[in-house]
C-alpha cells in the first residue's frame, strides 16, 4: 500500500492550491479517504473526508467553505482544492485511508506555506 | 489546547516499560474507538493501534493499547533506541463531529 501526495508550495495569503493523492496496492473506491495536516509546533489536525462513491465529504469547522476534497475513482486520484488560503494554513498535508476508525495508511506528505 | 490531553513527555532507560496517558470526555473516548500513531523524526505518522487494542499486523507485540471510561493507555515494553519518536492518541468527537488528536507525547530513551 502506499499514497503519494504532491501538490503544495508557497502561496500568499488569498490564493489557492490542489494536492492531489495518488494510491496505489489497494482498492481505492473501496476506502474512505482523508487528509490529516500537522502544524509546524506539531499539532495534527483533521482535515476532510470522503466516502467510497465520492457522494458525502465532511470537513473541520476552520476549512470549512473553503476546502473541497473530491476524488476520481476511475484514475485512482484524491485531490484537496485549497482556495481563499490563511497564515493558519500552513502545514504539512497528508493523505490518509480511513479504515476501521482509524488513518492505517499515511502518505509522505506535501508542504504548504502560506505567507 | 488539544481535546484529548496527553503528557508532553515521557522517558524510560532502554528495556523499560512505559505508559502514555490520554485523557478525554464522554463525547471522545468515552463513546469511540482510540487509535494510537507513532511519529519517528523527520516521517509521517504510523498506526500503532485501533480500535482501542488492536494491532496491525506488522506492528511489534510491545506496544499495546487499553481504555477505560473516558481514558486510554498506550504501553510499550522492552524499550529501545529506536522507539524515540512522537505518539499521538486519537478518536472521534461526537460533539464537534470530528476527528480529534492528542498534542502528542516525546518519548526519549535515555
Known amino acids: 500500500v502506499q499514497l503519494v501526495d504532491s501538490g503544495g508550495g508557497l502561496v500568499q495569503p488569498g490564493g489557492s492550491l490542489r494536492l492531489s493523492c495518488e494510491p496505489s496496492?489497494?482498492?481505492?473506491?473501496?476506502?474512505?479517504m482523508c487528509w490529516v495536516r500537522q502544524f509546524p509546533g506539531g499539532g495534527l489536525e483533521w482535515v476532510a473526508t470522503i466516502n467510497p462513491d465520492g457522494t458525502q465529504t465532511s470537513y473541520v469547522d476552520s476549512v470549512n467553505g473553503r476546502f473541497t476534497v473530491s476524488r476520481d475513482n476511475a484514475k485512482n486520484s484524491l485531490f484537496l482544492q485549497m482556495d481563499s488560503l490563511r497564515a493558519e494554513d500552513t502545514a504539512i498535508y497528508y493523505c490518509?485511508?480511513?479504515?476501521?476508525?482509524?488513518?492505517?495508511?499515511w502518505g509522505r506528505g506535501t508542504l504548504v506555506t502560506v505567507s | 489546547q488539544s481535546v484529548l490531553t496527553q503528557p508532553p513527555s515521557v522517558s524510560a532507560a532502554p528495556g523499560q516499560k512505559v505508559t502514555i496517558s490520554c485523557s478525554g470526555g464522554s463525547s471522545n473516548i468515552g463513546t469511540h474507538f482510540v487509535s494510537w500513531y507513532q511519529q519517528l523524526p523527520g516521517t509521517a505518522p504510523k498506526l500503532l493501534i485501533s480500535e482501542d487494542n488492536k494491532r496491525p499486523s506488522q506492528i511489534s507485540d510491545r506496544f499495546s493499547g487499553s481504555k477505560s471510561g473516558t481514558s486510554a493507555t498506550l504501553a510499550i515494553t522492552g524499550l529501545q533506541t529506536g522507539d524515540e519518536a512522537d505518539y499521538y492518541c486519537?478518536?472521534?468527537?461526537?460533539?464537534?463531529?470530528?476527528?480529534?488528536f492528542g498534542g502528542g507525547t516525546r518519548l526519549t530513551v535515555l
Open positions: 490518509t485511508r480511513g479504515n476501521n476508525w482509524a488513518f492505517d495508511q
Open positions: 486519537e478518536a472521534h468527537d461526537d460533539s464537534l463531529n470530528a476527528a480529534v
Open positions: 496496492g489497494f482498492t481505492f473506491k473501496t476506502y474512505w
